[in-house]
């Protein structure tokens, strides 16, 4: 992945229910997309790509079932365009809430925040490892047949890829590596221009 400016003109919707959302707006922003915060199904018109982040994943779902965003977020996905889940997100992404995923998660899987904990993991990305911090995360306890690991800690998945859905137990946003938003970025770019030329 190159440090060259992104596409121009990629809309990131932030989903901002409840949790750390406006980390992920300033690390998008800082990257070269035009980010918004995604409350109401409205929200989602004209976005490229959709962040659902950290937070408390049962606030999270009843904010979600309050303002009917569960259908339009699985519209959002079966329309081709991609999708980051942090922390929370991952869980919220898993077969138990949206389905768009196919993993079963365990909350809080490494211990209260603390026992939060960093670690470095090679995630593929040029520029090397990337530093993870893990806030009463998540970890991934089965996968289906269609989901690759793309990293593991103590044997489990904390970062995974299926199709254009990436989900990470971790808090990318907080450590200042803007790999990972800026990979999202160039992902919808991609989807765009592909949805854009058919």
């Given at each position: ?7 121009p ?6 989903l901002a ?12 922003g ?9 409350r ?9 790509a ?11 779902t009843?904010g979600?079932?309050?303002?009917g ?9 079966a ?11 991952m ?10 995923l196919d ?9 209260r925040?603390?026992r939060?904990f960093?670690?470095?993991l ?5 520029g090397g ?18 989901v ?24 990318p946003?907080?450590?200042g590596d803007?790999?990972?938003?800026r ?7 991609m989807?765009?221009?592909?949805a854009?030329?058919?």
């Open positions: 992945m190159s440090g060259a400016p992104v596409e003109g990629v809309r990131v919707g932030v229910l409840q949790g750390d959302f406006e980390a992920h707006v300033r690390m998008l800082e990257v070269g997309a035009d980010a918004v915060e995604v109401v199904p409205g929200d989602l018109l004209g976005l490229d959709l962040v659902i982040p950290g937070g408390e994943s049962t606030t999270m009843l979600m079932d309050r303002e965003l569960a259908n339009p977020i699985r519209d959002f996905h329309s081709g365009r991609p999708i980051l889940g942090t922390c929370a997100g869980i919220l992404l898993g077969r138990e809430h949206l389905g768009i993993i079963d998660t365990r909350r809080n899987a490494f211990g925040q603390v939060s960093e670690t470095d090679d995630l593929g990305l040029d490892p990337v530093r993870a911090l893990f806030i009463r995360a998540p970890w991934v306890e089965e996968a289906g047949p269609g690759e690991i793309l990293a593991e800690v103590d044997g489990h998945g904390v970062a995974v890829r299926e199709g254009v859905v990436t989900a990470l137990a971790f808090h946003e907080i450590e803007g790999r990972i938003h990979l999202l970025v160039e992902q919808a770019a989807a765009k221009a592909g854009s030329s058919s």
